[in-house]
């Protein structure tokens, strides 16, 4: 690809999410479509990270527990401490980094289904944790969370309040939206820098890198700690919009589905996790009407999608074009 | 000439077993120091200690006089001893070029964040090590072959890529374990020129193999393990007239240490 046509289809990506997508929906009416798409962006993020750690070679099903986790601690400090949302965002990823350092450390010397297995329970832990700790108000959860305020900076209005909007929906799309434009080109930025080779190399070879110099056990630590980091902000995110975060507002059943999401649009693509948060999400909406049988239908085709395209959905894209993919070992 | 390494009582004991017993000798600078013994002896086992890829049960390894063992194996390859691995180990995933530029790493003088953002030094660095790379390729002959990727290659190549990833990394200490093994009779004559041409790089090498045609005409000294413990160690002929090591190798067909 050259130059010009990467800018081009950014720009079209660009318009097609900014603005075309608000046109439609105001012409069509279907206000839904806000809610639906909001939501796919802040799962994209989250899956967004888990992809990262795929991208070093470990299998994640923890990151129900950073986006519970971050929920909380934006919920908390917006309604208890009278903190701006706008401020909790960051803080809330960052917590959640900083407890992923901790848990890190000790578990990333794991590997397969050994890490796998310890980071679903972790999602449990973390439930089990938000019912249990004085500050999160127990199953009740937090609610009533006001919507985010105005930025001003020297009396100029940057971001309005929220809850002046007469709807908010297409400001928490347009929030969303940026958040995962911003996440994806960070991540896009790593995969294709010499920091994503490294990364690949620890995929593909632990020992190896450690010999040529690779310091694994901080890299491995960086890597999830950027993935839990990406937790935090979507379930800090959601939680703003729904107004609300209980304990069972993430559970391992968003984990699974945040690594099937990696795994549907393609573990060797910076952009499958966006693709396979939409497919999947949208596919489960619409097996709606099929009642009972909407789970054993979802399996099935998921299934079946895997077997048929273990490089995921973006494989399909460029195959064609030679670019190798990655394997997942 | 000078005592680069030192092996000094080295053990290593997995549960009952010693696979490594009390190890002793020295390495000179730009010699070429094969270390032979039938399988099981702990050659591997040796190299990893000296690598620490495995922590030591006892003695210890000195480079330079400074005391290395037990470090991660990270460290031990900064301070400039790195070991390639018996079974082929490459990143099967890169094309052949990449595994040798990545393998650069150790150079690099760029943080993680700088290579995020592109610092000067990070583009700098990825510049040098590209053009680093390609020397590589074009003398260990795999230019040809470098936009492949290693998944498909044929052993002989395999085993290449395997110490030109080893010289990316600017050794001063390579460790080579069983770099013959699976090429066939020609390849074996060109890798070891390779490896005679890495010495006169300036590289100091320690290698493990079992073509023992090989390693009599490559060695400057060979150090033999039997049952983890050294029973010889001198000049190929010494060695090849070296009672004990017949004893060791007996019940083995003679033509394989080259009798
Ligand atoms: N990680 C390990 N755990 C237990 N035993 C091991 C381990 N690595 C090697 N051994 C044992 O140590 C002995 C020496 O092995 P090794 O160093 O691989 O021999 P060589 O390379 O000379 O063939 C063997 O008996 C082997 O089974
Ligand atoms: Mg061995």
Known sequence: MTRTTKIVGVGAVLAILLVGIPALINIS??????????????????????????????INIG???????????????????????????????????????????????????YFAMITL???????????????????????????????????????????????????????????????????????????????RSLQQNEELASSIGVNIAYLRVVAYVISSFLGGIGGATFAAISQSVYPSSFTIADSINFMLNCFLGGLGYVFGPMLGT??????????????????LIFSTVLIALILALPNGLLSLRFSKAGKESVGRE | MSELLQVIGLTKRFGGLTAVNNVSFSVQEHEILS?????????????????????????????????ISNLAPHITARKGIVRTFQETTIFKGMTVRENVVIAHHLRSKASLFGFFIESPAAARDEQEFGRSADQILEFLDLGEIKNEVASNLPQGHLRALGIAIGLSTDPTVLLLDEPFAGMNHDETRRAVEMVRSVRDRGVTLLLVEHDMSAVMKISDRIVVLNFGEKIAEGTPEEI????????????????SIGL
Request: aromatic share 12%.
């Open chain 1, 29 to 58: 009416g279907r206000w839904d479509l806000y809610y639906t798409l909001t939501s796919v962006a802040l799962l994209s993020i989250a899956s967004g990270g888990v992809w990262l750690t795929f991208y070093i070679g470990r």
């Open chain 1, 63 to 113: 990151q129900g527990a950073y986006a519970l986790m971050g929920g909380y601690v934006s919920a908390i400090l917006v309604v208890k401490y009278g903190v701006s949302f706008w401020l909790t965002l960051p803080i809330a990823g960052l917590f959640c980094g900083a407890v992923s350092v901790l848990i890190g450390i000790p578990i990333l010397r794991l590997r397969g289904v």
């Open chain 1, 121 to 199: 329970v972790l999602t449990e832990v973390a439930r089990l944790s938000m019912l249990a700790l004085p500050i999160t108000n127990g199953a009740k959860g937090i609610t009533n969370i006001p919507l985010p305020g105005a930025v001003e900076v020297f009396g100029l209005t940057l971001i309005p309040d929220f809850a002046t909007l007469s709807n908010a929906k297409p400001a928490f799309y347009y929030l969303s939206i940026v958040l995962m434009i911003l996440c994806f080109a960070g991540l896009y930025r790593l995969v294709n820098s010499r920091l994503g080779k490294l990364c």
């Open chain 1, 278 to 295: 939409l497919v999947l999400y949208f596919g489960w909406d619409l097996l709606f009407q099929t009642g009972e049988f909407q789970l």
């Open chain 2, 35 to 67: 270390v032979i013994g039938p399988n099981g002896a702990g050659k591997s086992t040796l190299f990893k200690l000296i690598a620490s890829f495995l922590r030591t049960s006892g003695g210890e390894v000195r480079f330079r006089g400074e005391r």
């Open chain 2, 240 to 255: 090849q007239s070296n009672e004990s090591v017949i004893e060791a190798y007996l019940g083995i067909e003679d033509e």
